[in-house]
């Protein structure tokens, strides 16, 4: 695992040194969307919806909406300078487990001991599973400060990032409001019930079903042959353009043969030449002496 943040969990004046790693991946199968015509890639792209222009990261910066219209712009070395959390998880005391609903919590982070560090880790670690608490802490996370709770997970420490309050929505259903009557038999019957099929929890007894139909699917196709080469008309002009590459480097090649043929006899026609020429010049020479 690859640690995503390095910092330390903050007790006053003494600090123990971690790095956390993202403790949760998710294992999706990659599905993009494709043009169905011949399979090609179908991308997003950043338009300006005033000019219609794709932007480049480079030009990019946050912009808050006022009502009206009017963008306030807000660049990064803007944001940077806004006071935060230095790389301290700080803790700002301790709950039972039980008294933190579980829709508080967004993401799980291991957090791994520096060397130096390992024996107040451990001591830490005992100490929030004997009392049976967590601890609330604050930390920076991806620029800006978050909430969150620490708690023990076979003897490591998870940092578990929460919302803030005003970020959990509330359920307001009418039904919540209602005279709804509930007999004492049958809210007896529903225990006993949920007592009968209660057990202890395996993860192992639920399989991803969706996952391993979905996987089924790929394979049948893949082995049915049932599928596109989005760059097959690519590569047919490619052969086209080689073939006609080849041609010419052939007729060129031929060419310079021919020229070099004909070169080569043209060369031995002089030769020729010149060897009849002196032989005349010579059988003359011969004639002439007395």
């Known amino acids: 695992m690859r640690a995503v943040w390095t910092g330390t969990i903050g007790f006053g004046g003494y600090a123990i040194p971690v790095k956390a790693y993202s403790a949760t991946e998710e294992r999706e199968i990659p599905l993009h ?52 959390a230095g790389r301290t998880i700080a803790i700002r005391g301790f709950v039972p487990l039980t ?20 024996k107040p880790y451990v001591l830490f670690s005992e100490a929030l599973q004997q009392s049976g608490r967590i601890a609330l802490v604050t930390v ?18 998870v940092l578990e990032t929460m919302l803030w309050p005003e970020e959990i929505r509330e359920p307001d259903f009418p039904f919540r409001h209602a005279d709804v009557d509930i007999r004492p038999g049958e809210l007896r019957r529903a225990v006993n019930l949920v007592e009968e099929l ?29 599928v596109v080469q989005p760059t097959a008309a690519e590569q047919a002009e490619g ?20 020229a ?24 003359r020479g011969r004639t002439k002496t007395p």
Not at 35 to 53: P, S
């Open 239 to 258: 052969v086209t353009r080689l073939l006609a590459a080849l041609q010419e480097s052939a007729s060129e090649a031929e060419d310079a043969r021919n």
């Open 99 to 118: 008294d933190v609903d579980p829709i508080w919590f967004a993401k799980s982070y291991y957090l791994e001991p520096e060397p130096k560090g390992t």
């Open 140 to 157: 920076a996370l991806r620029r800006r400060e978050t909430l969150g709770a620490l708690r023990v997970r076979d003897q490591v420490i």
């Open 33 to 84: 969307q494709v043009h169905e015509a011949d399979g090609g890639r179908v991308r997003v792209k950043r338009v300006c919806e005033v000019d219609g222009e794709e932007v480049p990261p480079g030009e990019m910066v946050r912009g808050y909406p006022v009502p009206g219209g009017d963008v306030v712009l807000l660049s990064d070395h803007e944001l940077a300078s806004l006071p935060m």
């Open 260 to 283: 070099a043929v004909a070169k080569a006899k043209a060369a031995a026609s002089r030769a020729a030449k010149a060897r009849t020429t002196a032989k005349r010049a010579a059988n």
């Open 198 to 226: 209660t057990g202890e929890f395996d993860p192992g007894r639920y399989p991803d079903r969706y996952r391993a139909a979905l996987e089924s699917l790929i394979r049948s196709k893949i082995d049915g042959a049932e």
